[in-house]
């Protein structure tokens, strides 16, 4: 990894994120983006989004009609592409995670072809705008380069499939460089959705809590530049850290519900040290889904328990989430780049929220700041319809 | 790309359930009728190519998982059980690693957006039913439980040429023996909401619905999978005419006993000097994204089993994202 980019509701950038994940400070507050005034929960953790953008290369007329979510990935991703040190031109293959893409522009098209069948202005628009794969052609435009561009659409591990895939695609041999991340904004569907099934806490989240209330939803985009050592190398690039093992499977026991012994998570976590080469003992930090719902954690516990055997007592866990809500498809990227974070300045993010812990956790929950040595560190991500994937990171020395 | 073979394909279209009745179709070279939809709002209603009843309830939607899943599920169920057909019993046994992906533009449009309506009326009382069935991935999560498949399941959305990325998704795979075999499939559903969007944009295209499955594996079979070309993208600098060149680059002259199937009219320039057979399956079945393209795929799959060409090409020049084709050809 020689490039990352991350804004959430801690802020844009790499400085302020680490700054808000070191100390587990949380940034949920009243939901203002749309109505919550009939939902169960009233609060997310939103992103107080510039009006401008960074530097782009796209034309004044397509930059106007970037929204939100385009918005944020292109945030994430101009840093990431700085960072990196990449030059325009030529093609660059980008993957990237979402559930949901523009929804919100979605939801006015529906809105005004419901309500206001006959009118026509602007659908046409939202339409082109509202459709995954124009935000990944924005990203591309926006820094210059030809893709090609792949959108995976899997649910809550749509971040780490993607990373996980770019990863694949340069080890293997078939891309010397990736740009990869994930991406999702705050819409009215998603979060009536999940207020629908009362998966949504009244309050700020609180993974692993044994008397947890559910999940709060927050939004945001993070962005890595992947390339192959020899590439870094014969650049001077300053290498971040590196990506050594990827693991996904599929949880086939329910819709929405992990299987209660958490097989595919189980596997997921395996079968990334397995390609890695890793076990459990050597992992010093795993970053938890942790969305705080009951079944999740509880299931989730259970699996990092099976996955790391005697070696859970030493294992140091926390979910993110209590800081900057649940990001669905960007969770997995942005989790990515707090473990990258935690790996370069040798500290654990904690959840500070946390009161009583799950007794099902056989594991540490990190509680509070500290500094710790850090060489490994996991990053799990589960999401609807199965989806179970992990992570494997090594700090670059 | 290492050697990669078709050994199934599977189809649900407005022709029918299964590739008997796309190949029928596709040989006849007619128009299929078109349904009347109803628009809110709207006294004449839109056009659209949808899927008919199958000839017999599916005896697969006795699973506890598909009881109520929607349309685009149970068509992506039907296709990827006719690809897959004599492996099923090994996989179910998980004697054979099964990898799945799914493709979609649209995607589960009716649950989201009856969902919104819900939401609409009053958030508080949106129903927590259909809220699961919204997410791209579900279609993809209910095969792999059906087939009691744990391995790797990818949804991919984008335009048209989504598929035949993934196609090239599947080899990849395969050649680095991540699975043992890997349904692609392109699915999309017919309602008003998107039929609408269409006219938009294409005022003559009919919306269709359904799905279309191809099943690959390395071991040899009578059909290969020659060639993927690179996906061209219409970015700023780059047009769609420009981007449709580039693809059409990558594949060599055509030779008599050759099929080209594309997809648009707008693309048949770039194939100004083919010279073999040539079939534009939209006016025939309807657009449909991905699975108008699996649908080209399957029915390449079709010709070349019953020997009645010995190659191949699929040109795809997808609706707002790229350029990109693919060859088969018989073994």
Same mark, same amino acid.
């Given at each position: ?9 801690? @802020? ?49 007329? !397509? ?14 991703? /101009? ?11 030529g093609n660059l293959p980008v993957v990237l ?35 995954v794969q124009?935000?990944g052609l924005?990203l591309c435009d926006?820094?210059?380069i030809d893709g090609p561009v792949t959108i995976i ?6 971040? $780490?499939?993607a990373?996980?895939h770019a990863?694949?695609l340069?080890?293997?041999?078939r891309a010397?460089r990736v740009l990869t ?34 999940? #709060? ?44 012994? @958490?097989?595919?998570?189980?596997? /997921? ?18 970053? %938890? ?23 859970? %007592? ?8 209590? $800081? ?7 969770? @997995? ?49 589960? @999401? ?14 | 790309? /290492? ?100 493709c ?52 991919l959305v984008g335009d048209d040429g989504t598929f035949l990325q993934a196609l090239a998704l599947?080899?990849d ?47 040899? #079979? ?6 993927v070309t690179d996906a061209f993208l219409y970015t700023?600098?780059q047009?769609?005419? /420009?981007a449709?060149?580039q693809m059409?680059?990558q ?11 594309? $997809? ?17 399956? !939209? ?33 795809i020049?997808g609706?707002n994202q790229q350029a990109i084709g693919a ?5």
């Open positions: 990894m020689t490039g990352a980019g991350i804004i959430t509701a801690l @802020g844009r950038g790499w400085r302020s994120n680490a700054a808000g994940f070191r100390v587990g400070k949380a940034a949920f507050r009243p939901v203002q983006l749309f109505d919550v005034g009939r939902q169960r929960a009233k609060i997310a953790a939103e992103i107080d989004l510039p009006e401008d953008l960074p530097l782009n290369r796209l034309t004044p007329k !397509k930059a106007r009609r970037l929204n939100r979510a385009a918005r944020m990935l292109l945030w994430a991703g /101009s840093e990431a592409w700085e960072q990196s040190g990449w030059q325009s031109g995670g979402t559930t949901s893409g523009e929804m919100a522009l979605g939801e006015k098209y529906l809105s005004q072809a419901i309500l206001s069948p006959r009118g026509y202005q602007r659908q046409a628009t939202r339409i082109i705008y509202y459709q124009r935000q924005d926006a820094v210059g659409a899997n649910a809550c591990a749509s971040g $780490s499939n990373i996980g990863w694949e340069v080890r293997s041999g010397e991340g994930g991406y999702d904004a705050l819409c009215q569907l998603t979060y009536s959705g999940f207020d629908s099934l009362q998966a949504l806490s009244p309050t700020p989240c609180r993974p692993f809590d044994a008397n947890r209330t559910g999940l #709060s939803l927050g939004e945001g985009a993070a962005v890595l530049a992947l390339e192959t050592l020899e590439s870094a190398r014969g650049r001077d690039a300053e290498i971040l850290g590196e990506i050594i093992g990827y693991g996904a499977a599929t949880d086939i026991h329910h819709l929405t519900q992990p299987h209660p012994e @958490g097989d595919a998570a189980v596997m /997921s976590m395996t079968s990334a040290c397995q390609v890695a080469g890793v076990l459990p003992p050597q992992v010093d930090y795993l970053n %938890a889904h942790g969305t705080a719902t009951p079944h999740n954690d509880a299931t989730e516990a259970i699996a990092i328990n099976r996955w790391s055997g005697e070696a859970a %007592a030493a294992l140091r866990v926390s979910s993110t989430k209590a $800081s900057i809500g649940h990001l669905l498809g960007a969770a @997995g990227a942005v989790e990515a780049v707090v473990c990258l974070m935690a790996l370069r300045e040798q500290w654990l993010p904690p959840e500070c929220s946390l009161e009583t812990i799950d007794p099902a956790c056989q594991f540490q929950i990190v509680r509070e700041p500290v500094n710790a040595q850090i060489n490994i560190a996991l990053s799990n991500s589960f @999401g609807f319809g199965g989806a179970n994937a992990s992570l494997l990171f090594r700090r670059w020395m | 790309m /290492s050697r990669v073979f078709l050994h199934g394909a599977g189809s649900v279209s407005p022709a029918g359930w299964g590739v008997p009745a796309l190949r029928q179709v596709v040989a006849d070279g007619q128009p299929l009728p078109v349904q009347a939809i109803a628009r809110p709002g709207w006294e004449n209603p839109l056009k659209v190519r949808s899927v008919p009843p199958p000839p017999e309830r599916p005896a697969f939607l006795a699973h506890p998982r598909l009881r109520r899943v929607g349309a685009m599920t149970q068509h992506c169920i039907a296709t990827a059980l006719e690809a897959l057909s004599g492996d099923i019993p090994d996989i179910q046994a998980g004697k054979t690693r099964l990898g799945i992906i799914v979609m533009m649209a995607g589960g449009v009716t649950y989201s957006r009856r969902f919104f309506e819900d939401v609409l009326c009053d958030p508080a009382t949106a129903s927590p039913l259909l809220f699961p069935e919204t997410v791209f991935n579900a279609p993809a999560s209910h095969l792999a439980a059906f087939l009691g498949t744990t391995m790797i399941n990818y949804t599947a080899a795979w395969l050649a680095d023996d991540r699975v043992d075999g890997c349904v692609v499939l392109g699915t999309e559903e017919v309602d008003w909401i998107v039929a609408d969007a269409l006219r938009l944009f294409q005022r003559d295209n009919i919306y269709a619905g359904g799905a279309g499955a191809v099943y690959l594996k390395k071991t040899a #079979s009578p059909v290969e999978l020659a060639m700023q600098g047009s769609y005419q /420009s449709a060149r059409r680059a594949f060599r002259e055509g030779g008599e006993n050759e099929l080209l199937f594309d $997809s648009q009219s707008s693309e048949h320039t770039v194939w100004d000097h083919w010279y073999g057979q040539r079939l534009f399956l !939209k006016p025939i079945l309807g657009d449909a994204f991905a699975a108008a393209t699996a649908w080209q795929c399957v029915a390449a799959h079709a010709a070349l089993l019953a020997n009645e060409v010995k190659a191949v090409n699929v040109s020049v609706a060859r088969f050809c018989r073994a």
